[in-house]
């Protein structure tokens, strides 16, 4: 057993505050700002303006906040499916990305990736990925890098709770083990894979980070809808990492308030309940940080609307760049992909 596995769930104090104004200013801001960008998707999908579906990441906030205020900028990320949200955290700009959405050419990929393959290698985003699981060898191999490289910087990779079954996962864990690899495993627990509980196709007593035992591996079990617990577990992992100490294990508990994809309207009618939404509702990451903001007097209420409204003008404004880009030309059509 790893010398740090501990499996109680670590959640921070809701009465106190000792961060930085302005480190939980720009979280709430990155969290607000993925908020309103997947609503403003869900719009853009509901007219007709984006092609194929999009796995909206609306509940999860506080995890891809947490976990990259806690990065450098140089850090690396790998990103899955339901990837908006990382790479919000991380400084992706959200007019390039909704254009990317709409197949546009002043998207990431100039239209030709859409929303499951947005990467900006300058921002350390290593990608989003539709492949389960895709990212952990990508992640384990920028840790190789890195460390080939005579840097500290660190790898982290997100994961879901469907995603810890996957085989690369006993490849890239134990690998990265052996090799004291600057990695971090972020598993994203949302409770379900799809239509289906982790509970009936994951063979773990209690917590999906039970897992790490078999790797030697500390690992942390967190409220993921508290994003100062989220962020301070992240430090101590990654602080490990950049000291070669190597790799670990977060599992952030969390819940994504809509469907699987943008096309699973009505989840509460069919694979899970209204009481069981409802439960994590009231958990939701970002009312409850900015009570907390409140309570500890570094924004007013007033203060943060204002902000939201601001976020709100700007995700407009994206959705505005985006429809006036371009589709890219025919003449590109072989170009910037394998063919
Ligand atoms: C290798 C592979 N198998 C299956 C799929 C189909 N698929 C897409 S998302 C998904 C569920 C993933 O669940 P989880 O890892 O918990 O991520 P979440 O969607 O909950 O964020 C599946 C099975 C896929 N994209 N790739
Ligand atoms: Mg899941």
Redesign the pocket.
């Known amino acids: 057993m790893s010398e740090t596995l501990e499996m109680i769930q670590i959640s921070s104090d809701e009465n106190s505050l000792s961060l930085s104004p302005e480190l939980c200013r720009e979280m709430y801001r990155r969290m607000v700002t993925i908020r309103r960008f997947e609503e403003a998707v869900l719009e853009v999908y509901t007219q007709g303006l984006m092609r194929g579906l999009a796995?909206l990441y609306i509940g999860q906030e506080a995890s891809a906040v947490g976990v990259c205020s806690a990065l450098k900028d140089e850090d690396y990320i790998t990103s899955?499916?339901?990837g908006h949200g990382h790479l919000i955290a991380k400084g992706g700009k959200v007019d390039r990305m909704m254009a990317e959405m709409m197949g546009k050419v002043d998207g990431y990929n100039r239209g030709k990736g859409g929303t499951m393959h947005i990467a900006d290698m300058s921002l350390g985003i290593l990608g989003a990925n539709?492949?389960?699981?895709?990212g952990m060898g990508l992640a384990t191999g920028a840790g190789l890098s890195a460390r080939m490289r005579g840097t500290d910087l660190v790898a982290v990779c997100f994961?879901?709770?469907?995603?810890?079954n996957?085989g690369a996962f006993l490849e890239a864990a134990n690998l990265a083990s052996v090799w004291k690899l600057p990695v971090l495993f972020v598993c994203?627990?949302?409770q379900?894979?799809?239509y289906t509980s982790?509970r009936a196709v994951t063979a773990i007593r209690e917590h999906l980070a039970e897992r790490a035992a078999g790797f030697d591996m500390p690992a942390a079990v967190v409220d993921g809808n508290d994003v100062v617990a989220v962020y301070e577990t992240t430090q101590k992992m990654v602080e490990r990492a950049r000291t070669g100490e190597g790799p670990s294990l977060i599992e952030n508990k969390t819940y994504?308030y809509r469907g699987?994809h943008v096309g699973d309207g009505n989840p509460e009618k069919t694979y899970r309940t209204q009481e069981e939404t409802d439960r994590w509702l009231a958990k939701d990451p970002l009312p409850r940080f900015s009570r907390r903001m409140v309570k500890a007097g570094i924004a007013t209420e007033a203060e943060l609307a204002d902000l939201d409204a601001v976020i709100k003008q700007h995700v407009l404004e994206a959705v505005e760049f985006a429809k006036q880009s371009p589709y890219p030309s025919i003449e590109e059509v072989t170009q910037h992909v394998y063919v």
């Open positions: 796995h899955t499916h339901r539709g492949i389960v699981g895709g994961f879901g709770d469907g995603a810890i996957q994203e627990n949302n379900y894979g799809e982790h994504r699987h």
